[in-house]
């Protein structure tokens, strides 16, 4: 089954859409913490606590430089969770993911706008790769196609790395991800709502109800 993966650290929607869902855990960014105010010490024992011991984490490093980003990841991998670390798929992050897959840490390389970025990254030894599809389809790019041609390549390579795509604004771009067959996806909770709700189905839930009422009253099925 594909690695569900909501892309906040909003602990109460988090909460609410466990409920429902199989999530895998979560994906956050350097900007999502920032805007949340909230750093990883924070977050993680909460996002822990609400979907399980088995979450998995994704944390992206903010070090840029080789070496510093290298050690961040290396501490990162240390926190007592499922942890993925995040890195820029830039020259300097493919550096990076070269080193720290000697180590066996689980990469995810992300800030992926094109294929070859995105396969470049992996033939380096990232174990996911994050393209950004609504970002690219808003810079004239085609983010399903990207997406579309890295499933392919990855396959083709028999490369050992799954697409986690990530940016999303419609749920029409997250199914025609998931129909590409990706093994991973992170989705932003407005999105994940959207996907629940549908205006048709209120109204044939309430139709029921009515229907059934004007017959056996307030009798639960099995008493009828
Ligand atoms: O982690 C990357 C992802 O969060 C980007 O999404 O909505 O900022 O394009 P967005």
Redesign the pocket.
Known sequence: MIELYL?TVDINQVSRLNACLPLKGV?T?P??LAKAGRGVNHVLPELANVIGSEARFHIQVVSQILDEIVDEAFKINSLPYDIVVKIPATETGLAAIKKIKQQNIPVLA?AIYSVQQGILAALSGADYL?P?V??MDTMGNDGIKVVSDLQLLLTQQDLDCKLLP??F?NTLQVIEVMKLGVKAITI?VDIAIQMLEHPAVDSAVQQFSQDWINVFGDKLSFES
Do not use: L, Q, V
């Open positions: 892309d994906t960014n900007s999502i992300t994050a950004y609504n970002r990530a940016s604004k932003p």
